[in-house]
């Protein structure tokens, strides 16, 4: 069994989405990187392979998400999360890897924002170390 405090078991808002990779590497160190670093104590997670490529590429189902989001949870924000080494790209060249990830993170954001435009979007590209995830803003 896990304890939940009844207020966030009651509350029906969260302050975002966070849309980021399945890959299970970066699971612990970006929640730890949302709650701890953006101080965003409550949101909802939209974990799929690429993260902000399914919006690039216009996926229809990774395009209704952040709609039922805002519908359901009243989000105040959208997160985008890439991050290097991604199987979902499978670029092998760094260079060329950041640039298809940045093209990608402002795409989605643009594309976001026509839907949304009071929602801000937030990017971010998590880029391994030797025992830390860096997590670096996309502009």
Do not use: W
């Not at 975002?16 to 699971?27: E, H, N, S, Y």
């Not at 216009?58 to 989000?75: C, G, M």
């Amino acid at each position: 069994m896990i304890e939940t405090p009844n207020k966030l078991l009651q509350a029906h808002e969260c302050e975002a989405l966070v849309i980021t990779c399945m890959d299970f590497r970066f699971v612990a160190a970006t929640y730890a990187f949302i709650r701890d670093e953006l101080h965003i104590p409550t949101f909802d997670l939209f974990a799929i392979p690429g993260a902000a490529k399914g919006i690039a590429e216009k996926n229809q189902y990774v395009l209704h998400v952040p709609t039922l989001a805002k519908a359901l949870h009243r989000i105040g924000s959208i997160i985008l999360v890439n991050h290097e080494r991604c199987g979902a790209y499978g670029i092998s060249d760094p260079k060329q890897e950041l640039e298809a990830h940045n093209r990608d993170l402002r795409k989605a954001k643009s594309i976001l924002q026509n839907v949304f435009p009071d929602t801000p979007v937030q990017l971010f590209f998590a880029q391994i170390g030797d025992r830390e995830v860096t997590y670096l803003a996309v502009e």
